[in-house]
């Protein structure tokens, strides 16, 4: 008998309606088990307002638990297990940073819109609120900088530099249009220098979960499954990107290896992104077609949730109240509004 996984789900019939458990795609099988909702970052942020328990627990990283406290309901509280796990990327840009670099964007001249995406702090979503930008998800990434682009501006888009490559290669913007901008711990390196007149400016950061699939790794896995398909996610780099046969956000690679399984059985896909994900579709489509991931690669934060961490804020709640994610009331609206203007744009 597994004992955490009993009083889990004892806690879970005790609660009834009055909780709500989601899970981002890259948990474990064990953790995601246990959620009443599974989804990308898109999917968990758009189900939250339609969600009726008082209680939210997020199993994902801090910056997933950030969004659903946005777009909860008065009264609704957000649980985080694991409230140290925060995104690697989302690290990349301090808020102190974010805000001088658009400063100083300014100060030259350039009337800019960010588009932030969803893996940034509730601190660079307000920053982004702020200037009339709006946040981004991996999955509608494509929408979101053609519709900051219409705004008649330049568009900024933060922190990552690789899907702000992938997305302007789908959207015909050449490389002599963008600019990764030379920041140091004080801003933009000599200013002056770098072409900030660029239509589309990208900040330099990256997933190093991601950013660590390399052109060869494609290769390799060509030579090693003749005739396999591979699909990668978009925070890969551009040159690994351009190798695979498709690419997409979490929630298009989940649809990608349903319709191989469907419509190619016996078929083999190879798959660029974190591993938890990909062995769980290979489990899920096994003896239909073969799925492998492109490399071992593991997301250390998201592994940093457990069905033990699991179980302890869940009986926080039960016991005492448990501790809720709490947003800061200054940073509540603007950051609130730059992710509602992205589930307006994309319809909800
Ligand atoms: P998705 O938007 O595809 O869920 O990706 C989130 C993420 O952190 C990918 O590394
Ligand atoms: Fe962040 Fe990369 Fe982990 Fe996704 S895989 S949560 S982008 S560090």
């Known amino acids: 008998m597994n ?10 019939t005790k609660l ?5 458990i989601m899970g981002h795609h890259y948990q474990n099988d064990a953790v995601m088990a ?7 970052s898109l999917e968990l942020a758009r189900r939250v307002p339609r969600i009726d328990a008082a209680r939210i627990v997020l199993c994902g990283v801090y910056f997933m638990g950030e969004s659903a406290a946005l777009l909860a309901r008065e009264g609704q509280t957000v649980h985080l297990p694991e409230p140290d796990a925060d995104c690697l990327m989302s690290a990349m840009i301090p808020i102190r940073l974010a805000r001088r670099v658009l400063e100083q964007l300014a100060l030259g001249g350039r009337d800019i819109v960010p588009l932030a995406y969803a893996n940034t702090s509730l601190a660079v979503k307000a920053l982004t609120g702020e200037y009339g930008g709006a946040v981004c998800t991996s999955a509608n990434a494509e929408t979101m900088l053609a519709w900051a682009f219409q705004q008649g501006k330049g ?8 899907l ?12 002599n249009e963008r600019h990764v901008l030379r920041i140091d711990g004080r801003g933009l390196i000599e200013p002056a220098s770098q072409p900030l007149d660029r239509k589309l400016l990208l900040w330099p950061g ?22 396999c398909r591979i699909a990668a996610h978009p925070e890969c780099r551009q040159e690994v990107i351009a190798l695979c046969d498709a690419a997409g956000s979490t929630s298009f690679l989940i649809k990608e290896a349903a319709r191989v399984a469907e419509s190619d059985s016996g078929g083999t896909l190879v798959i660029g992104t974190e591993e938890n994900l990909v062995r769980r579709l290979a489990k899920r489509h096994r003896g239909k077609c073969s799925i492998f991931p492109l490399s071992h690669a593991i997301c250390p934060e998201m592994s940093k949730v457990t069905e033990e961490k699991l179980l302890a804020v869940l009986e926080g709640i039960v016991g005492r109240g448990g501790e809720p994610l709490e947003i800061p009331e200054n940073f509540f609206e603007p950051a609130r509004l730059s992710l509602t ?3 307006e744009v994309c319809g909800k």
Request: some cysteine; proline content about 4%; hydrophobic content about 40%.
């Open 206 to 227: 990256a997933c190093s979960i991601h950013a660590r699939f390399r052109p060869e790794f494609v290769e390799r896995a060509r030579a090693g499954y003749p005739g």
């Open 341 to 343: 203007r992205m589930l």
């Open 164 to 175: 702000g490559h992938n997305i302007a290669n789908r959207l015909g913007i050449s490389e």
């Open 16 to 20: 009834g309606r009055d909780l709500c």
């Open 34 to 40: 246990h959620c009443d909702i599974s989804g990308d």
């Open 155 to 162: 568009v900024i888009f933060m922190p990552d530099k690789n």
């Open 3 to 12: 004992t955490t996984a009993d009083a889990i789900a004892a806690i879970k």
